[in-house]
């Protein structure tokens, strides 16, 4: 069991008998003497990936979920489905495009350092990164001197996802992106 004011971000747990993955904690102090601490959650079906929101006091406590992470490497993707590795049995799987929805921009051909997660020696879904390092295919060429302004443009990334960066970055480049937002957070040199 873990009380409320335990949780941590991507910490899985069981909400409402089925295991979730915590994505964000908002703490929300007492006003009033004796007042509890909240704290709200919001997370993620492991199975059927739909949100959740709830509010816990500090000394409520849910169920750990049991589940393994195990390394993978995604391989390609067909019409259908994505297709990974298992790094430690070298077993391949594959997992319909509409299960991977959030994690799709940021997927790469051959790409390492994914986790799947596993519940019950079943897949029911995969983690990637935190930040990921991609190549811009298309933009504006960067004008000089702009370097210094805050201003940003539209990029295509070689995923086909579009973000924003600073003007002054040419195709060409490799960019890391944090996969939790979808921002771009400096040039990989």
């Known amino acids: 069991m873990v009380s409320a004011k335990d949780f941590k971000r991507r910490m899985v747990v069981e909400i409402d008998g089925t ?29 059927t990936r739909n949100r959740v929101e709830k509010a816990y006091k500090g000394t409520d406590t849910v169920p750990e979920a049991s589940f393994e992470r195990r390394p993978i490497q995604f391989l390609y993707r067909d019409d259908e489905a994505y297709h990974f590795m298992d790094a430690e049995d070298f077993n391949q799987f594959s997992l319909p495009a509409d299960d991977l929805e959030d994690q799709i921009p940021y997927m790469s051909e051959n790409m390492e350092g994914i986790e799947s997660l596993l519940v019950n020696d079943e897949i029911i879904g995969i983690e990637l990164p935190d930040t990921v390092n991609l190549e811009i295919t298309d933009t504006a060429p960067g ?21 924003q960066v600073p003007e002054h970055l040419d195709p060409n480049i490799v960019v890391k992106v944090d996969t939790r937002t979808g921002e771009y957070l400096g040039r990989v040199n």
């Open 19 to 47: 295991a979730h993955m915590i994505e964000h904690i908002q703490v929300q102090s007492p006003s009033a003497r004796g007042a509890a601490t909240l704290y709200k959650v919001k997370a993620r079906n492991l199975k």
């Open 143 to 163: 004008a000089r001197g702009n370097s210094a302004t805050g201003r940003t443009k539209p990029a295509t990334l070689s995923t086909g996802h579009v973000i």
